[in-house]
């Protein structure tokens, strides 16, 4: 819909949103009533596109700007010859742009209270959008019971979900398609709200870029455009240790599989060496697994400090199947205390255990990850892990997981993955992504190791924490959908070939700069 290239992985919330709206009138041409009419049109070329053969149409209107917009689709869709029913709820704000909306539907208009729609109609849902801030109830809740066997076009957002949160406020439309205006909103991505939206249409109703740019977006969608640019693809004169050397730390003798399956997946994931640091008493066990992947013995911090002074890894994991307690907290400083110049540690994926040591003591690893110089750090825990290092946090029922993320991001001086079915990436400096391509397929055990193997080898890549944490959970993403039902975690690492085969492709085609 005549968006520009990379636009549509901006993210506004709707305070950016009505800020961006309020500039672009400012700015002109369009006044307020204008990019109403443009937002009502392109609802209404999507209803006519795709339900081409609509006996009735029910357009429910709010009182609001949402409102507003339903008014134009009603008018729009009536002038095409289509049956519109008009439903309101409550009357546009004297002088508004709805009320001027309403006024130009000459429509006859029915309340919301006696709405009834005959199975095979279609409902366009303009009840609320940016605006809602309570839950929904009354004749808005009982439209939503009515219309759950018809087919429902959604008018920005599902009346009921939180454009802020992706929260359901009370009960909330489920939509095959919702057209939303000129930038998508983290409702549109975050779960519950994602899917209420069914197929979420990005319409360009007039707001300029240079518009939107003033608003200093630091929300996107993961999707590769966000990262491709910085994407490593190895140079033709590349020997092993130019591309990167990963190290995973192992656990004892009966939980090395993590590790392993970590390291096998930096490997896939372009890393040209790995090595498995490991217990001597799980010496054996590893040696008996690896063939490409080297082997070294690290009990101590100070073997730590040997492997990095001899071998010069420039990412490591620390956590899969590790061991909680003080030896993870202990290799984990010792990392984070080395450099990062003249060809020093890069990063630390903490994953797993190494999270959960650091229950009580979180601040000492922000500390240590905030040093100027210290190795990037990315923190990768599910919804458990995070409330064990940020319980205030997660308990903080005003934040979004959007919002949640970016303040245990700032507090710990780290790129946090908060995983999950719509996992969010954020960084110190608030740059935040929301990831969407998931798959349940990928709720198995183990996957989580395979994800920190693939952010750890784009790290010792060279590629920036925030970037390789978005390009990690994409790919691995990517890849466990793609496989399908029948997913193991051992069948990720080969399953990423693919996806990574794509990447190098369309990287070679990106320009350099
Ligand atoms: N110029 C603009 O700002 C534009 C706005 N647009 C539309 O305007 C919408 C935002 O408009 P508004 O800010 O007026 O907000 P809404 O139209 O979403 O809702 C605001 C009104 O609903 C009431 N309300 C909120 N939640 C309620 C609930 N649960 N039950 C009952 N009443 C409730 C509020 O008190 C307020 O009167 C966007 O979603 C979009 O559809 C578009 O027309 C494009 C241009
Ligand atoms: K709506």
């Known amino acids: ?40 049109e392109a609802v209404a070329a999507v209803v006519l596109a795709r339900y081409p053969a609509a006996s009735r149409v029910h357009v429910l209107c709010g009182p609001g700007n949402n409102g507003g917009d339903g008014y134009v689709v009603a008018r729009v869709l ?19 742009d709805a009320a001027i ?44 019971e009515i219309a759950a066997g018809l087919s429902v076009v959604a008018v920005d957002l599902p009346s009921g979900v939180s454009g802020e949160s992706g929260e359901i406020l009370g009960t909330a439309f489920c939509a095959a398609a919702t057209v939303t205006f000129a930038r998508k909103k983290p409702g549109h991505l975050l779960l519950p709200g994602r899917e209420h939206c069914g197929e979420v249409m990005l319409a360009d109703i007039g707001i300029r870029n240079e518009v939107i740019e003033q608003v200093a977006a630091r929300t996107f969608e993961n999707e590769p455009e966000l990262w491709l640019s910085n994407f490593p693809t190895p140079a033709v004169d590349t020997h092993k240790y130019k591309r990167g050397h990963v190290s995973v730390f192992s656990g004892g003798p009966s939980a090395t599989g993590a590790a392993r399956l970590s390291a096998l997946a930096a490997a896939r994931s372009g890393a040209g060496a790995v090595t498995v640091l490991s217990p001597a008493n799980a010496m054996q066990v590893n040696a008996a697994h690896l063939t490409s992947i080297m082997l070294r013995k690290a009990d101590t911090v100070e073997d730590v400090q040997e492997v990095i002074g001899d071998r010069r890894p420039s990412a490591f994991v620390l956590g899969p199947g590790f061991g909680i307690g003080d030896k993870a ?19 630390l994926v903490l994953d797993a255990d190494g999270i959960t040591s650091f229950r009580n003591t979180v ?14 750090l990315i923190i990768t825990p599910h919804e458990g892990e995070f409330g064990r290092l940020f319980p205030d946090i997660l308990g903080d029922k005003k934040l979004s997981k959007l919002a949640k993320a970016r303040a245990a ?15 969010v990436i954020a960084a110190p400096d608030s740059r935040a992504a929301i990831n969407a391509n998931g798959a349940p397929w990928l709720a198995t055990a183990g996957s989580g190791d395979v994800l920190s193997g693939i952010s750890a080898a784009l790290l ?27 997913l193991t975690a051992e069948d990720l690492p080969l399953a990423l070939v693919a996806v990574l085969r794509e990447l190098v492709e369309a990287r070679q085609k990106v320009p350099i700069g």
Not at 24 to 35: K, N, S, V
Not at 336 to 341: I, N, V, Y
Not at 411 to 423: E, F, L, P, S
């Open 1 to 40: 819909m005549g968006l520009p290239a990379g636009a549509n992985l901006e993210i506004l919330s709707p305070a950016e949103m009505a800020e961006a709206d309020r500039l672009a009138i400012a700015a002109g041409p369009l006044d307020g009533y204008g990019l109403m009419q443009r937002a009502g």
């Open 78 to 96: 009536a002038e095409a010859g289509v049956s519109v029913a008009v439903w309101a709820e409550g009357e546009p704000r004297a002088g508004s």
């Open 101 to 144: 909306a309403l006024a130009r539907c000459r429509l006859e208009r029915r309340p919301l209270e006696a709405f009834i729609a005959e199975p095979g109609s279609l409902v366009v849902d303009a009840l609320y959008g940016a605006g809602l801030s309570r839950a929904l109830s009354g004749d808005a809740a009982r439209a939503v």
């Open 329 to 347: 907290r202990d290799f984990a400083l010792a990392v984070l205390a080395r450099k990062r110049q003249d060809g020093g540690v890069e990063g």
């Open 363 to 376: 601040s000492t690893l922000s500390e240590a990850a905030g040093r100027p110089d210290a190795p990037a």
């Open 409 to 423: 991001a700032a507090r710990a001086n780290a790129v946090i993955v908060y995983k999950g079915a719509d996992t």
């Open 460 to 486: 010792a890549q060279g590629m920036q924490a925030f970037e390789s944490a978005c390009a990690a959970v994409w790919i691995h993403a990517e890849a466990g959908r793609r496989f399908g039902p029948g």
